[in-house]
């Protein structure tokens, strides 16, 4: 019975916690992602992810997304060279939908 009690305890404590984490609400959305990308991004990065610019990743190939998600929302955000940065510019669930549609354009 000690065992159990401390079970339900171990798992409330573990709800609890996953329940303080940040959470953007739903799933990533890839036609919102395009109409985003269409509107920021497509100038520098192309309508197909083929990079227009020097030194701009060209996702087509991949580059720039062989990392999590968090880490390519930390570059957006930021921005790096030439790209402003996007806080306070999109939301992070924007910020994600962009991400979701960024990982369509590689084959």
Not at 15 to 20: P, R
Not at 25 to 51: F, K, N, P, V, W
């Amino acid at each position: 019975m000690r065992d159990l009690l401390f079970a339900t305890s171990a798992c409330a404590g573990l709800l609890g916690l996953l329940a303080a984490l940040p959470s953007t609400g739903h799933a990533a959305d890839t036609a919102e992602g395009q109409r985003l990308y269409q509107m920021h991004c497509i100038a520098c990065h192309g309508a197909t992810g083929e990079s227009l610019i020097p030194n701009t990743p060209n996702f087509s190939r991949g580059e720039g997304l062989m990392q999590a998600d968090i880490g390519i929302m930390a570059s957006i955000k930021a921005g790096k060279n030439a790209m402003p940065a996007f806080a306070g510019v999109l939301r992070d669930q924007q910020i994600l939908d962009v991400i979701a549609y960024l990982r369509t354009f590689q084959r």
